[in-house]
């Protein structure tokens, strides 16, 4: 690193170029490492030095209360009275230089901005690379070669001071033939995503990662790929990354293969596992044995037996995934094989909403409180899924009919308020070119997530009857639905019993609805709501 040569070549003595010069390059330090002002009144100022003739005195602000700044001038007092002149004042030193002899024992001080002076801890980065992409020891801090690569990645963790630091691993294939063991927290390890490329070389006879953090805090594992070689290292115990009571990490941005476990999270709880791609591991990401407060989004998961796995862990949050074998058909899957599992009856409290699981849906095989929404793993979703279980159970005659009525019109209560928060968090819009087929309509529009929620409200123009085959009205141009049947709730004429009925709608792939039935009353108005995939808001 370059530096300046303050070395005067003719004389010793400081020249006003050098204070000017000097006054810049602090200036310079100050700035990059961020020095904070601070504005304080009453500063008291101490005397320093009396002359040897008392020609003049120096009072001077107490040490981490100088460097004053010129950006709002100081207020010097005297005995609590503002005084203007009489006086110098000494930014850099925080003083002010009487002009004037003053044999009179006077109290000064000063309103002042000074900077303020704190440690400033620096950041210890090591970095890694390896000669078998080309890496010198001028490039890095520790050079691999290519044999149990670990040791180097190692020996930089440990000198880390205790606080923590960073380990940066340049681009690469690192041959690992034991873990990586972060034994300190506050740790960063990151690579150049799937250039930097961390291949395991070995079994594990115990549970084990090529990360393995044990009892860790405030780590971040971040744009690594993690090749588990399951080829030539198959033991059950290999993972990708692991966890072991640890607390407070973040997993991001990472790439796992071929590991049996691609994140492992055992007895881990309060940690964030995002963005990362755990594909064809037996499973993609494990939450197990009470890791409970844990954040898994963003993943995709693809060609795992099990997506994400969770077993004895509860007040997770599951949200945003993909997790897909093959194309995402039903026939991709086999009983065995899962896009994501609650195994068991002893996890409690989790939240699996908005994941891709097509192909097959989320399986929660026990436990309390736990809430599985709007995920999709087919052409249906869960609202009309849960109105097929639902339906309309008010008639059935059983012994214990009334707590079956109670619980399932609370059910229904339940879905109304989940459609009422989609329209709360969806966007409305309008069309208002629909094409109708002697009818007249009105139609609300919530546009989330791709999908768009349609509520038309039918009237009859004429005073005919609806006749199976009759095309109602279209969809705007470029949506398709869901679903290829709707049933609609229709209000008939006035005096006839019952004045409610309903009816099954048709949606052709063209958009238009069409009526599935011969309608044996007058309708007044109905109303379908159904959802729609495509067209243009």
Partial sequence: MAKTNWQDPKTSE????????????VGKIEDSIGMESVFETNVPLTEVFISSDDRYRIFQAPEG????????????????????????????????ILNANDTVENTYTANVTYIKTSKVRKLVRFV????????????CDYLCDGTADQTEINAAITALPATGGEIVILDGTYNITAKINVTKDNVSIRGNGNAT??????????????????????????????????????????YGIYLSSSSNNTVTGNTCYNNNRGIELYSSSNNTVTGNTCNDNSRGIEL????????????????????????????NTITGNACIRGTGQTSDYTSDQYTIRLQGT?????????????????????????????????ATSDFEDLRTDVGDKTTL????????????????????????????????????????????TTTKYYKKNGWVKLTYRISRVDEGLIQRSEYLLRLPVGFRPKTSFVTVAVQCDVGITPPLDKMTLRIHNTGQLQAQENATKKIIHGEAVFYAGGGTV
């Fill in 346 to 378: 002893a996890n409690s409290y989790n939240l699996i909403a908005s994941n891709n699981c097509m192909g097959k849906a989320p399986v929660v095989e026990g436990g309390t409180g736990n809430t599985v929404i709007n995920n999709k793993w087919d």
């Fill in 65 to 96: 209360k100088r460097n004053w700044t010129a950006e709002q001038a100081p207020v010097i007092k005297r005995n609590g009275v503002t005084i203007s002149s009489g006086f110098e004042i000494d930014y850099g030193g925080g003083a002010i």
């Fill in 288 to 315: 197990y044995s009470s890791s409970n407060n844990n954040t898994v989004t963003g993943n995709t998961c693809y060609n795992n037996s099990s997506g994400i796995y969770l077993s004895s862990s509860s007040n």
């Fill in 14 to 25: 400081m020249r006003s170029t050098h204070v000017s010069g000097l006054m810049e390059a």
């Fill in 397 to 440: 005659i059983t012994t214990d009919k009334t707590n079956l009525v109670n619980a399932v019109n609370e059910t229904k209560a339940q879905i109304n308020d989940l459609e009422a928060d989609y329209e709360k968090e969806a966007t409305e819009f309008s069309i208002a070119s629909d094409e109708t087929y002697y009818y007249s």
């Fill in 197 to 238: 490329i961390l291949k395991r070389m070995f079994n594990s006879s115990v549970a084990e990662g090529v990360i393995t953090l044990n009892s860790r805090s405030g780590c971040k594992i971040a744009n690594l790929q993690i090749d588990g070689n399951m080829t030539s290292h198959s033991n059950s115990n290999n």
């Fill in 128 to 139: 890694i690379g390896t000669s078998t992409s080309g890496w010198t020891e001028k490039d």
